[in-house]
């Protein structure tokens, strides 16, 4: 059961996230994948991407956000897999549940795995290259395993050097809003019921 560990942390009965019902699925894309980063302002901001594989969104949480600066190489902790229809999530998850704060889909788009190997055979190995084609993000970015993780496994995000790159510019503060409402997440939900 895929969703295992993403349904065990939640109670359906009071947040808005999907609970993702089995055979949930999204528009077909070819042999692209869905691709997503969410803005997500929960105990710290941060940003979490998410890729899909096998019928879910492989993710990761990035604390400081991605970057178009091939010089610039972001933390990711692996977190739990997610929901398809995670994917359009936008809202505030309650006080008192996990993950409480509020969420934007900062960027989406569909990504494609860079040669031959499946993003799964990648992941086992411990490093990825993706082709994304996002309204905010494009262009080739790794994903590399690091050998310091404790209980969650740690990579690294680190842009390509291409015509997307982008050196010494901060894309998170120049585009800060979401792709799908417009809205900055100060703008969605209403703060007091995250105990700030």
Do not use: C
Not at 2 to 26: C, I, Q, S, V, W
Not at 99 to 114: K, L, S
Request: charged share 30%.
């Amino acid at each position: 059961m895929p969703l295992k560990d993403y349904r065990k942390k939640r109670d359906f009965r009071r947040t808005p996230e999907p609970a993702g019902g089995e055979g949930a699925a999204a528009a077909p894309r070819g042999p692209a994948g869905l691709y997503v980063i969410q803005k997500h302002h929960a105990g710290h901001l941060h940003y979490d991407l998410r890729l899909e594989a096998g019928g879910v969104l492989k993710s990761w949480a990035v604390p400081k956000g991605p970057s178009l600066d091939p010089a610039e190489k972001r933390l990711a902790v692996e977190v739990e897999d997610h929901p398809l229809d995670y994917a359009s999530f936008e809202g505030t998850i309650p006080a008192g549940e996990y993950g409480a704060g509020t969420v934007i889909v900062w960027d989406r788009g569909t990504y494609r795995p860079q040669g031959d190997a499946s993003l799964e055979a990648m992941l086992e190995k411990g490093a990825v290259k993706i082709e994304i084609a996002g309204e905010k993000l494009r262009g080739g970015f790794a994903l590399v395993r690091t050998r310091f993780g404790g209980k969650k496994t740690n990579w690294l995000l680190i842009k390509e050097k291409d015509a997307a790159a982008r050196p010494g510019s901060d894309v998170t503060a120049e585009a800060p809003r979401s792709v799908l409402s417009g809205r900055d997440v100060d703008e969605i939900g209403d703060r007091r019921q995250e105990g700030r």
